[in-house]
């Protein structure tokens, strides 16, 4: 874990719970509203969508891109932030 960022760290140290969209990893302020606005208001509802996808990271920030407004950056983030709950905690 040494190579991860202290957000991600954070976000990987416990389980989900009823965190806001907003503690993923690669999430701006401006993509969160986005993504509310959306009806993705929760992380784990984000979660599911990542499962819906079967966790296809590159499926999946397609989506954040084209769906959600999402930059590179932030749809590479976030996915990989999800894969990595997903091995620490499924």
């Not at 874990?1 to 140290?13: C, E, G, I, N, V």
């Not at 891109?65 to 950056?73: D, F, L, N």
């Not at 932030?74 to 620490?88: D, M, Y």
């Amino acid at each position: 874990m040494d190579h991860m960022s202290p957000r991600l760290r954070a976000f990987l140290s416990e389980p989900i719970g009823e965190k806001d969209v907003v503690w993923v990893d690669g999430i701006s302020d401006e993509l969160a509203i986005n993504l509310v606005t959306k009806g993705f208001n929760k992380a784990y509802i984000l979660l599911g969508q990542f499962l819906l996808m079967h966790k296809n990271e590159a499926e999946f920030q397609k989506w954040l891109i084209c769906c959600c407004g999402a930059m590179e950056c932030e749809a590479r983030k976030s996915s990989n932030c999800l894969k990595e709950w997903c091995s620490c905690f499924l």
